[in-house]
């Protein structure tokens, strides 16, 4: 494939975001953008979607997940040449490209025979709206006339989940020629009105993605080849807002446009009554109109992103970064670390899913940012436990069951959560709030809720290891069934038992509970180490043992993960190896700790990160189950499993190994790698990176954006990078 560079280097990262100077194709890279009342998937191409955040979710746009051609696109139809400022979706060459993802918008810059275009997209500070700005500058030394479109395919159905036939028959468009509002409505179920505006009266107009498309392609409708636009009702054709301007312009004028789209929050159902139009008034607050005609506006919209601006650079311009230069890392952390942070734990990145382990670990990454939303989390996720102490794995914002599998690792991550929050925020009182459960409206302290899950989960087999009921944090490693065990649980249960010890806030009320519940930390902590040192194989630490209910049908006692022992299968995962030493578990044995670490690193350590685990699986393998069902090299089998690597990250500093901590974070971070290998996204966090069973694979990205990797990256950026003054700049 060919990469045109325009002679410039092909990407950057600075205090405004990532520049990216060649429309690579190899996939789309994301922003997003969200403003707690709605959010904006965008691509350098220009293609993605916007959805409501507060349930029931609307989604506003369409989307094509295959390839890039619905999204936010201007076109410039100058004489016989059709381009947009995007690329995409005519994929004309352009002669200069220039897209800049920052946390508060997407932007484009580019040229094409004189004619500059400059495409800015952004959501204003509240409400479900998106504003997009063009500015056309003429730097040619003749005269030029342009047309000028801007297109957006509305969906405004719950999700993308509908018939693509028939979605569009319960659709409609009004044209509203006083306001300049092309009005768009899904008239089944609850009645959902877009509204696509421009204060700067367009010359032509279209409602109805078919008429526009004619007998043009998706990436060059016939309309926008032949102008003008012909003014249609979608009429139960799929729905889309197209705006077109004619633009004369002398050399050196610019002129610019705003339009302003997205969700009409109605005070009432217009599908009952009169005429759309005449209601309008009566439908939609005076507030709301106002709005729209500000942001329609290219001086409201102008005024409107410089305010956007100063928000986010509030947000993640932080004092704790002044230690660490001024390079790549430097502009990482003022820019998309942080939004990642926020992005996946408060915008749109989990959509409407929320993982009991995830959530905690966003509480940890957020804490510091936004200690107020972080602590709603914190509330928000023990309310998903039930009295028992047992944790529902998963659950959906919107409702519908949850995902009940008893992974025993879940109650062990409200302690850590609370904890990591009570240090960082320096605030003991989040033991104190309350929340309910599940099966019970009556709320207790956070404290009540902790304790619940400690005593539910800390169930010992024969094996002397925490029983695994679904699993622990590896998802896929489902072979040793319910009454198998874990080393990693062990650990992580003793790191979880060594907090409540050790937080103030935890303290309190401490004797009176822990009677009650018949718990006792000191003789927990001694059984969780002694059977983890049953499985230290002289090597490494095995990860797990097969119970006597494998739902897989392998045979009791098998073990996970071993070396040196009758029928072992000499395979090494990372968790066990860097969880004894975070656990706190090292300070009984510091030279098996040391040990643990320098065998990860021999045995996992690669150019491209730390594997998983090492040999990767080829063929079923009963008892590690579905872990051995993934493809070798793919997320968690013989892949740079970010997260996992995150975690050995914190135990090598936590060890003083601070040479190799900073090494294998700077293959973490996707700033320093190659992305013509990786595919991905030079400026965020991706979940894991292939391991190269297949060679010409190796390195390749996988999952950008939504990954609890952030959040560990934050730990040991608060607790090691930060506060020792490190730098993982080159030189």
């Known amino acids: 494939m060919k990469i045109e560079t325009y002679n410039r280097p092909e990407w950057k990262l600075d205090d405004e975001g990532f520049h990216l100077f060649t429309p690579q194709r190899v996939r789309p890279w994301y922003n997003y953008l969200s403003n707690g009342e709605g959010g904006l998937k965008i691509s350098h191409l220009g293609d993605g979607y916007s959805t409501t955040l507060k349930e029931p979710r609307i989604v506003v746009s369409n ?155 998706p990436g060059i409708p016939q309309e926008i080849q032949t102008p003008p636009l012909s003014g249609s009702m979608s009429g139960g054709d799929p729905y889309v807002g197209a705006f077109q301007w004619v633009m004369e312009l002398v050399p050196g004028e610019s002129k610019t446009v705003a339009v302003v789209s997205g969700l009409a929050p109605l005070t009432k159902n217009s599908m009952v009554g009169g005429s759309f139009l005449t209601e309008v008034s009566s439908l939609l607050s005076p507030d709301f109109l106002q709005k729209i005609n500000h942001l329609g506006t290219p001086q409201g919209a102008q005024e409107e992103l410089a305010l956007v601006r100063s928000l986010w650079q509030r947000r993640l311009f932080r004092n704790w970064y002044g230690v660490t230069g001024s390079g790549l890392f430097s502009s990482w952390l003022k820019t998309f ?48 436990q039930y009295l028992s102490g047992r944790c529902v794995r998963q659950w959906n914002t919107e409702g519908g069951a949850p995902d009940e599998r008893d992974f025993r690792d879940l109650p062990f991550w409200i302690p850590v959560a609370l904890a990591t929050y009570e240090r960082i925020c320096q605030d003991p009182s989040i033991w104190e709030e309350l929340a309910p459960y599940l099966d019970s409206p009556q709320p207790e302290t956070l404290r009540h809720h902790a304790i619940r899950g400690i005593t539910y989960a800390l169930k010992y087999g024969e094996h002397g290891l925490v029983l695994m009921g679904a699993g622990d944090w590896n998802d896929a490693l489902s072979g040793p069934g319910p009454q198998g065990g874990s080393t990693f649980l062990n650990m992580f249960a003793y790191w979880a038992l060594s907090l409540l010890e050790t937080s103030p806030g935890a303290q309190r009320g401490e004797t009176e509970l822990y009677h009650r519940y018949s718990l006792s930390l000191k003789e927990h902590k001694e059984r969780l180490y002694e059977g983890v040192l049953r499985y230290w194989n002289g090597s490494w630490f095995d990860r797990a043992v097969v119970g006597s209910d494998s739902p897989t049908g ?42 643990a670490l320098t065998s990860m690193l021999r045995e996992l350590e690669t150019e491209v990160g730390l594997l998983k685990c090492k040999p990767g699986y080829t063929a079923w393998d009963p008892a590690a189950g579905n872990l051995s069902s993934l493809s070798p090299g793919m997320a968690e089998n013989f892949a740079v499993y970010n997260h996992a690597a995150a975690f050995a990250v914190y135990a090598l500093f936590k060890a003083g190994m601070t040479d190799d ?57 608060w607790d090691y990078l930060l506060p020792l003054g490190l730098s993982v700049e080159e030189g």
């Open 63 to 217: 989307y094509d997940f295959w390839t890039p051609l619905k999204g936010r696109f201007v076109y410039i139809t100058d004489g016989g040449c059709v381009w947009n400022p995007s690329y995409h979706p005519s994929g004309t060459a352009l002669d200069t490209y220039h897209c800049i993802h920052s946390p508060w918008a997407t932007r484009w810059i580019s040229e094409k025979n004189g004619i500059q275009v400059e495409q800015t997209v952004f959501l204003p500070r509240e409400g479900t709206l998106e504003v997009l700005l063009v500015t056309v500058h003429n730097r040619s030394q003749k005269n030029r006339c342009l047309y000028v479109t801007a297109v957006q395919e509305f969906l405004l159905y719950n999700s993308f989940g509908v018939d693509p036939v028939y979605y569009s028959w319960f659709t409609d468009t009004t044209w509203d020629p006083e306001r300049t509002i092309l009005w768009l409505k899904k008239n089944v179920g609850a009645q959902v009105v877009g509204v696509y505006h421009t204060g700067t009266a367009p010359s032509s107009w279209q409602g109805s993605l078919k008429r526009l498309i004619g007998e043009g392609t």
């Open 337 to 384: 670390f942080g939004t990642q942070v926020y992005q996946q734990s408060t915008g749109m990145v989990r959509s409407t899913f929320r993982g009991f382990r995830d959530v905690a670990q966003d509480v940890m990454g957020l804490c510091r940012f936004e200690p107020e939303k972080a602590r709603s989390l914190l509330v928000d996720l023990c309310s998903h």
């Open 554 to 595: 392998a045979a009791p006692g098998t073990i996970v993960g071993t070396t040196n022992r009758e029928g072992g299968d000499n395979r090494i995962f990372l968790l066990p190896q860097a969880w004894f030493t975070i656990s706190g578990m090292a300070e009984r044995n510091p030279e098996i700790a040391r040990q």
């Open 661 to 717: 901590a900073l090494r294998i974070f700077r293959k973490i971070l996707p700033l320093y790698k190659d992305w013509r290998k990786t595919r991905a996204e030079p400026y965020v966090l991706v979940n894991f990176y292939n391991g190269g069973y297949y060679p010409e694979r190796a390195g390749e990205g996988g999952i950008p954006w939504l990954t609890g990797t952030v959040n560990w990256v934050a730990l040991c950026l």
